[in-house]
């Protein structure tokens, strides 16, 4: 049972990012436990707030040669070496504030990320750490190229390399991520062939890279550089992957993967995004570890919380929120509802148990929002005293009121109430089981 660990103190950085060749700034602050990996944009009018999950992750069609996170509209790009940093050294939580939308290139690799880290010093935390275990195989394929992970006591990841290239032919590593470092993988650098070159710039990529901070490579050698080791260039695809692979938290099985890159990486997150909804699909079990205090969740938001999807999401937004005591959403309800083709359909109503139900989504974000429930599945119990005030019809929004009764280790009770123009349309108590 491994503990949480964070920062001891602030860690700074500043560089060029590799592809937009912006300069950024960027500090990595203690967080919380359950906080996991979250970015702020501080450029931006109001703070931006960006969980590093696998709910994040960009489309890489859209931003390729990287690995981008964002919500709403706003991004952080090549994630993947700062993502490997924290992997290496089991860094769970960390509030990434940065200034700029892509991570600070340095030297290409994730060598100053973790020697700055290290220097700061790191914490162990109480609570444990959240493990992704893998307990059938999952497997990713595009061409030649595969992902597969296998069920595995440890996390282990081995790469095999193969590029037509006779400089960068082929190679291969396997590693345990024990916690023990290997100074030759965060120190590899990225790298690309001299003839991708033009088409990258071309791409509108490349554009904060040079022959100091990225390896190119010709038929007959690296230009302008030399590599750090013989086997530079395999442990740097090993790196992009245990970054990548951090979007989806700590995670128990054997990785193994040929000739992948962040494409092959991202469709794997998906995958196990897909796999982890799978497992906690009895529970309303908590996606993200980050909650704003007293402020907003969107749809978006909402979704990291509870593993519901159309036409099952009931709750549109949460207006408010007081951690541990009350929580307040909204629900608009359309014409366009399923339920109402075939729920009186000639005066369409809104059937009375999916109120009862969007009240307990309401509820379980509420429980879910604190601290030592963070990680567990809130498991809908019971619905007592269930009172049906007024109908519900298209056009009319609900705004649903949850306020927490007894919440203990391994239960709780809310008491809900939805009201329609102020209205009280429904109420009921309800009473969740918490488990792990």
């Known amino acids: 049972m491994d503990k949480q660990r964070t920062i001891k103190s602030d860690v700074s950085f500043e560089g060029t990012g590799l592809h937009?060749?912006?300069?950024?700034?960027?500090?990595?602050?203690?967080?919380p436990p359950n906080t996991g990996i979250v970015f702020f944009r501080k450029d931006m009018p109001q703070t931006a707030i960006i969980k590093g999950d696998f709910y994040s992750v960009l489309d890489p069609q859209k931003f390729p040669r990287r690995t981008s996170v964002g919500a709403q509209g706003v991004y952080v790009h090549t994630v993947e070496h700062i993502m490997a940093a924290l992997h290496l050294l089991r860094i769970d939580n960390v509030q990434i504030n940065i200034w700029g939308e892509e991570i600070p290139g340095l030297d290409g690799?994730?060598?100053?990320?973790v020697e700055?880290?290290?220097?700061?010093?790191?914490?162990?935390?109480?609570?444990?750490?959240?493990?992704?275990?893998?307990?059938?195989?999952?497997?990713?394929?595009?061409?030649?190229?595969?992902?597969?992970?296998?069920?595995?006591?440890?996390?282990?990841?081995s790469y095999a390399l193969n590029y037509d290239n006779p400089l960068v032919g082929s190679g291969y590593i396997d590693i345990e991520l024990n916690g023990k470092l290997e100074t030759n993988l965060y120190e590899s650098r990225t790298f690309c062939l001299e003839e991708e070159v033009k088409s990258l710039l071309d791409l509108g990529l490349g554009?904060?890279?040079?022959?100091?901070?990225?390896?190119?490579?010709?038929?007959?050698?690296?230009?302008?550089?030399?590599?750090?080791?013989?086997?530079?260039?395999?442990?740097?695809?090993?790196?992009?992957?245990?970054?990548?692979?951090?979007?989806?938290?700590?995670?128990?099985?054997?990785?193994?993967?040929?000739k992948g890159g962040h494409s092959l990486n991202i469709s794997l997150l998906e995958k196990l995004r897909r796999y982890k909804e799978k497992i906690t699909s009895a529970g309303v079990g908590s996606q993200t570890q980050y909650i704003p205090e007293g402020g907003e969740l969107?749809?978006?938001?909402?979704?990291?919380?509870?593993?519901?999807r159309y036409p099952f999401l009931l709750?549109?937004?949460?207006?408010?929120?007081?951690?541990?005591?009350?929580?307040?959403?909204?629900?608009?309800?359309?014409?366009?509802?399923?339920?109402?083709?075939?729920?009186?359909?000639?005066?369409?109503?809104?059937?009375?148990?999916?109120?009862?139900?969007?009240?307990?989504?309401?509820?379980?974000?509420?429980?879910?929002?604190?601290?030592?429930?963070?990680?567990?599945?809130?498991?809908?119990?019971?619905?007592?005293?269930?009172?049906?005030?007024?109908?519900?019809?298209?056009?009319?929004?609900?705004?649903?009121?949850?306020?927490?009764?007894?919440v203990k280790t391994k239960s709780g009770i809310v008491y809900g109430k939805t009201f329609v123009n102020n209205k009280l349309v429904a109420e009921s108590e309800l009473m969740f089981a918490l488990v792990k």
């Open 20 to 31: 937009t060749g912006l300069h950024t700034k960027m500090k990595l602050v203690p967080a």
């Open 315 to 406: 709750v549109d937004k949460i207006i408010s929120m007081e951690k541990g005591k009350k929580a307040v959403g909204t629900k608009n309800v359309t014409m366009n509802e399923y339920f109402f083709q075939g729920h009186f359909p000639g005066k369409p109503v809104m059937p009375g148990v999916l109120i009862v139900e969007a009240m307990a989504q309401v509820g379980g974000i509420l429980m879910l929002a604190c601290e030592e429930h963070r990680g567990k599945l809130a498991y809908f119990l019971a619905a007592n005293n269930v009172k049906f005030r007024k109908t519900v019809e298209p056009g009319d929004q609900l705004v649903i009121e949850v306020v927490a009764g007894k």
């Open 298 to 308: 969107n749809s978006e938001e909402i979704m990291k919380i509870l593993p519901h």
């Open 116 to 157: 700055k880290i290290k220097a700061a010093g790191i914490k162990e935390q109480s609570a444990y750490r959240n493990y992704l275990v893998i307990r059938e195989p999952l497997w990713v394929q595009k061409g030649d190229a595969s992902i597969v992970v296998l069920p595995y006591s440890q996390s282990r990841v």
């Open 109 to 113: 690799s994730a060598k100053e990320f």
């Open 207 to 258: 554009k904060g890279s040079n022959y100091d901070n990225t390896l190119v490579v010709s038929k007959t050698g690296v230009l302008k550089n030399k590599l750090r080791f013989p086997d530079e260039f395999v442990k740097h695809k090993v790196l992009d992957l245990i970054g990548d692979l951090y979007l989806a938290g700590p995670l128990k099985g054997y990785v193994i993967a040929i």
